[in-house]
């Protein structure tokens, strides 16, 4: 495990705020509640929900959860062309909670930190902090998955009967104590599958930190002065991965900038620009204006539009009602008195809202004639309280016309539609089979 030393700097302070700002999201989002009751967002996996902003969305609305993982894919290809590896050094939580580790590390043991003479109690203080910061991290992830405000009653109270969220919590802060203070940066250089295949997403073009070659080598030899460099290797000792930046573009590097505020303090000695900075490799190498519109980013940008724009038209006209019609496979459709086609379906409805819906149900042949619907409710209206499943058994009947019985099957429309808010309306198109005659 490396224990890189810490540096001021332009970055690192604005690497501060923007920490500060996703780990108050983080930790503050699963406590909140909104005033209907329904959590700001949770993934209740028992109860098949997943609440976001008020709604609540189902398994059956799996078109969403794919349009969201497809705009988190996009996004991190659009963004990794365009500025590198952004979300390594700025919001990726294995360099966040690095950094938060490091911080209590040196709290307690300042200069001693990270050095094999330091004193075993203080190590012992550093080592309970972190599991304290792993126990509070995990808490609040698991927090996204089941109430915080029970977990911290059942944990209060040493009652976990019937759960079992309290495995996870061991599990989880047993893993990210070992994850954070003895893994590390060997995550980010061997274990992270993003590393691996971000080369291919960056071009020569690409905003990212890097070290400028033309200026800065070759390097200072004692006291030759030939480029730049001053060969200080501030640059090395204060990177998290222990990489050295003028080697070039590495996996190991997670655009931390560390480098860059160290070489920074180093070139202003000697009233230069930082040799290493936020820069594109062909503007090193050609001077040429960074070019941010080129056919990589066109392609992700306009995908990544498509996508989005597609996922705030599905959320603007989704119905929040899911209805499911199966035949009932016990009893076969029948004609009855060689008049009338009767069917016999299992109906379940889903109320996706908090709101109370007043449904009712009816179905049309294509050419308009009306069937007539038995349901376990009275005149076919159905109430569904906000969230609520309804399991009914319904019973389909037609009028054959003498042009109806020569069909092997006649389409209908089976229509469920709110009296009050006409936008909540879902149709079915079913055959309606006629019974093989003998
Ligand atoms: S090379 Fe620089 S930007 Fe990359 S990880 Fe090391 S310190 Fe961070
Ligand atoms: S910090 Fe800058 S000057 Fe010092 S070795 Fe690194 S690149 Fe050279």
């Avoid at 108050?24 to 028992?46: E, Y």
């Avoid at 009855?336 to 086609?341: A, F, G, K, Q």
């Avoid at 379906?345 to 007539?372: C, G, H, P, W």
Wanted: net charge positive.
């Amino acid at each position: 495990m490396i224990i890189s030393r810490p540096i001021k700097g332009k970055i690192r302070s604005m690497r501060t705020i923007v920490q500060g700002i996703l780990l108050g999201l983080f930790l503050g989002a699963p406590w909140v509640n909104l005033p209907s009751g329904a959590p700001l967002i949770r993934l209740d996996i028992p109860g098949r929900k997943f609440h976001l902003l008020g709604n609540f969305y189902i398994p059956q609305e799996g078109l969403i959860l794919f349009l969201f993982l497809l705009i988190m894919g996009l996004s991190l290809f659009f963004f990794t062309s365009l500025i590198g590896r952004v979300w390594c050094g700025w919001a990726c939580p294995q360099t966040v909670y690095t950094d938060l580790f490091d911080f209590f590390g040196r709290l307690v043991l300042d200069k001693k930190y990270g050095k094999k003479d330091a004193p075993k109690p203080k190590v012992f203080i550093v080592h309970v902090v972190w599991i304290v910061i792993s126990f509070i991290a995990c808490f609040h992830w698991i927090g996204y998955f089941a109430s915080p405000y029970e977990m911290i009653s059942d944990i209060l109270s040493f009652s976990f009967k019937g759960q079992i969220y309290h495995y996870f919590l061991l599990a989880f802060t047993v893993a990210m104590y070992v994850d954070m203070g003895f893994v590390r940066e060997q995550f980010c250089k061997y274990g992270c599958p993003y590393a691996r295949f971000q080369t291919i997403m960056m071009d020569e073009h690409s905003f990212n930190i890097t070290y400028d070659f033309k200026r800065g080598e070759p390097r200072r030899q004692k006291t030759v002065k030939i480029g730049d460099c001053t060969a200080c290797n501030m640059c090395l000792v204060v990177c998290p991965t222990g990489i050295d930046i003028r080697e070039g573009l590495q996996v190991g590097c997670i655009a931390c900038g560390k480098c860059a505020d160290a070489c920074n303090i180093q070139m202003a000695k000697e009233n230069k620009k930082s040799l290493i900075d936020y820069y594109s490799l062909a503007q090193i190498e050609t001077n040429e204006k960074i070019k941010w519109v080129r056919p990589r980013t066109l392609i992700y940008g306009v995908l990544l539009t498509l996508a989005v724009s597609f996922a705030l038209f599905k959320l603007a006209t989704r119905v929040p009602l899911s209805v499911m019609m199966i035949p009932e496979r016990t009893i076969e459709p029948a004609i009855i008195d060689n008049t009338v086609l009767r069917h016999i379906f299992k109906l379940k409805m889903y109320n996706i809202s908090n709101d109370k819906q007043n449904l009712k149900l009816s179905a049309v042949t294509y050419d308009n004639r009306e069937l007539v619907i038995r349901s376990e409710s009275p005149e076919n209206l159905i109430d569904l309280d906000g969230s609520q499943i309804k399991d009914d058994r319904i019973i389909i009947e037609l009028n054959l016309t003498e042009n109806d019985k020569s069909m092997r099957s006649i389409p209908i429309v089976f229509t469920v539609q709110d009296e009050k808010d006409k936008s909540i309306h879902v149709e079915k198109k079913i055959p309606l089979s006629l019974p093989l005659r003998k």
